[in-house]
């Protein structure tokens, strides 16, 4: 998708019709700056794209119902229409689009506004020049292209970037992968087939024995509970997010009192490493339960070699490993009747007799081999013993210090939080009180949450033993049998495709962290490592100690972990992109970035960063910006991308406005003047440098 130019009418700030905005989308100069003081448009330019594709708005646009120009509104008369729309002109996969969406209010007798409804359009270029409306619906052409799912990603505001990380907005990043993975088909399919076999077990009911039917109401009996129990954890998951939303906020309250502040920092330093090593002594439980798993059953096979090392003493004592010549070797040689020097060994003759003579003192190649090839798995195992134990010992050290390091802090974390109870601020103390309040809660939910998963292990090995049950019962009629066998290849397909969802959701999200972690490290100068958990929630750890421990992100690297995330996601985009196409074309995978005041709470070695670094991480850029946020650093980073440039004039009605100026090259450009009419409102003026 390579946008081409914008036009807007009566849009927001933007009075009448604007002359057609081109857009650069060259190979080198691939960026579009667009100047402008707050409240000049800004962030109305960067919503006329997604209003047009995807009829949605950022946070900061705020009276999303009011987008019609206040002064054409104005100026109109009572019953005539006032018309409000956004054009945009794109290219993809060879094909010229463009698609302009409109709306229209009125104002009555009394000026009380009543608005339309807004209205989408789209045509084709052809080959011909000429301009034709598709066959499809325009909404449907734009999610082939790009997903209203994705499209945060690629126009947004820059100040509010950091929301992003917040674990809030984890469902929406889900839904996005889901989309480039097609989880969407895969899900689809399996509930296709769970109906199926539910209409598979339906049939194979009537036409079971009285066995089989009790077997099958037994596990209808089950499925429902695990359903059950499945609302219910995530009814738990829900109630556990808001009480660590509700903890995270009065823990700030409690942090913000002077009095307490350096315990209440003290306190959440604690409650990080409490945490970290909770999570350490749970994975090094899991790499023992591993070790255990693996290499265990070697400890317990030392009589088992012992015995073969017996076994293989007494072969070679009795000559059955006698090394040299084998009785096969000789036995080839008799069959043949002539040696290997070419003597005759015909039966009767004195060389024959020798020759097998020697059968008795030869031993037999083939025991001989497989003796020895037992003998260096034998000792691999008794190795492998050896090196269990180690590692085995190992951990149980590491388990024993995390429980020693983690008693320390808990210890301390209740004399912490024993302090703050009984403090005499009544304020301090009933903060406290709620904290225990909330942990209390929590402790609660995760027990339940446990005692139901344990419910859920239990009802699924149930379940699984009646299918066995249901698949041994003796099929007593020619469609019985067929229809068992249908039931148990739609249950092996559900299994199957829900693998295959499984591991390519974890595969992706563990390349896309990676890719994360390649370009946080690019911009930011923090030794800080992003992670994304299993449910997309994005934080910083770091490492200095060997143990990872969660950052407290500041605003700016929050902002530079969520531009590193957009950057993958950008990347993951393209090979989605080239994925689904049948013929390869050159901008298949071409994609833009419209991003409004990208550098706004940061400072200036990240400015830098960040300016060198966005250009590369679209095919195509707009970036809209304040003069302060145009610093040296940023234009010296990006001024050899920039392939087009526009200034936002915005004409204040306040009287005795300050006008406000930028310097662009070798030229002065207006940024806010006196509104000479009464009204608000915003111009766009191409910037032409020599």
């Not at 996969?93 to 302009?100: F, L, Q, V």
């Not at 388990?399 to 209740?414: A, C, G, P």
């Not at 040296?632 to 087009?644: N, P």
Request: aromatic share 6%.
């Amino acid at each position: 998708m390579k946008l081409t130019s914008i036009k807007l009418c009566n849009f927001r700030s933007f009075y009448g019709k604007t002359p057609e905005i081109t857009l650069a989308a060259g190979n080198v100069c691939n960026t579009t700056m667009v100047y402008g003081s707050n409240g000049a448009g800004k962030t109305s330019f960067l919503n006329a794209f997604t209003w047009v594709l995807y009829e949605k708005f950022s946070a900061a646009f705020a009276s999303t119902e009011q987008l019609v120009n206040k002064r054409a509104i104005a100026e109109s008369q009572p019953g005539e229409p006032v018309e409000c729309s956004v054009e945009i002109g794109w290219e993809h996969e060879g094909i010229r689009y463009r698609a302009k969406r409109g709306c229209r209010v009125y104002k009555n007798q009394s000026d009380i506004i009543e608005a339309g409804k807004t209205q989408l359009r789209m045509w084709l270029g052809g080959e011909d020049g000429q301009w034709k409306i598709p066959n499809q619906l325009p909404e449907e052409i734009i999610t082939q292209i790009l997903p209203a799912s994705l499209h945060q990603y690629f126009f947004f505001d820059g100040e509010r970037i950091e929301e992003i990380v917040r674990s809030d907005n984890k469902a929406e990043i889900a839904e996005a992968i889901r989309t480039f993975l097609g989880v969407e088909v895969i899900e689809l399919s399996i509930r296709h087939l769970k109906d199926a076999k539910k209409s598979l077990e339906t049939e194979f009911k009537h036409i079971g024995d009285a066995e089989t039917k009790q077997l099958l109401t037994q596990k209808e009996k089950q499925e429902i509970e695990i359903e059950t129990i499945n609302q219910r954890q995530t009814e738990i998951n829900q109630e556990l997010e808001y009480q660590q939303t509700f903890k995270k906020e009065v823990s700030n309250k409690l942090r913000e009192l002077s009095a307490v502040k350096e315990l209440q920092e003290r306190k959440q330093s604690l409650d990080s490493q409490r945490d970290s090593l909770r999570e350490d002594l749970k994975k090094t439980r899991q790499s023992l339960k591993k070790a255990i798993s693996a290499r265990g059953y070697t400890v317990l096979l030392s009589e088992t070699t012992n015995k073969f090392r017996e076994i293989f003493t007494d072969l070679k004592q009795s000559g059955e490993l006698t090394a040299g010549i084998s009785r096969e070797f000789i036995n080839d040689l008799l069959n043949t009747g002539r040696c290997i020097c070419g003597a005759d060994l015909r039966e009767g003759t004195h060389t024959h007799f020798h020759v097998k003579n020697l059968m008795r003192k030869a031993g037999s190649s083939t025991v001989e081999e497989t003796a020895i090839r037992m003998s260096a798995q034998v000792d691999e195992i008794d190795k492998q013993a050896v090196a269990f134990w180690e590692e085995a010992d190992r951990e149980q050290n590491r388990i024993k210090q995390l429980k020693d390091n983690l008693s320390q802090v808990e210890s301390e974390l209740d004399s912490i939080q024993e302090q703050l109870r009984k403090d005499p601020n009544e304020e301090i103390s009933n903060l406290q009180k709620r904290l225990d309040e909330i942990e209390a809660k929590s402790d609660e939910l995760n027990r339940e949450q446990g005692a139901n998963q344990q419910e859920f292990s239990h009802l699924k090995t149930t379940i699984d033993a009646l299918i066995k049950q249901i698949s041994k019962q003796k099929q007593n009629e020619e469609k019985q049998s067929l229809a068992q066998r249908r039931i148990n290849a739609t249950q092996d397909a559900i299994d199957r495709l829900s693998e295959v969802k499984n591991r390519q959701e974890n595969q992706f999200r563990l390349q896309l962290e990676q890719r994360v972690q390649e370009i946080f490290s690019d911009i930011s100068f923090t030794p800080y490592i992003p992670k994304i958990s299993e449910k997309y929630e994005l934080s910083l750890v770091e490492n200095t100690t060997g143990i990872e421990s969660p950052v407290a992100a500041s605003t700016g690297e929050n902002q530079i972990l969520s531009l590193s995330f957009i950057a993958s996601i950008i990347d993951k985009v393209r090979d989605w992109s080239e994925r689904r196409k049948m013929i390869m074309l050159p901008e298949s995978s071409t994609f833009p970035i419209v991003m409004d005041s990208p550098f706004g709470s940061l400072d200036a070695n990240s400015r830098r960063h960040i300016a060198r670094t966005i250009p590369k991480l679209a095919n195509q850029l707009v970036v809209l910006v304040t003069k302060t946020q145009w610093r040296v650093e940023v234009e010296e980073e990006i001024a050899d991308k920039i392939g087009k440039e526009y200034v936002l004039v915005y004409y204040s009605s306040k009287p005795n406005c300050e006008q406000d100026f930028i310097e662009l090259g070798r030229e002065r450009y207006a940024l806010v003047r006196q509104s000479l009419n009464g009204f608000e409102y915003t111009e766009i003026v191409e910037v032409e440098r020599n």
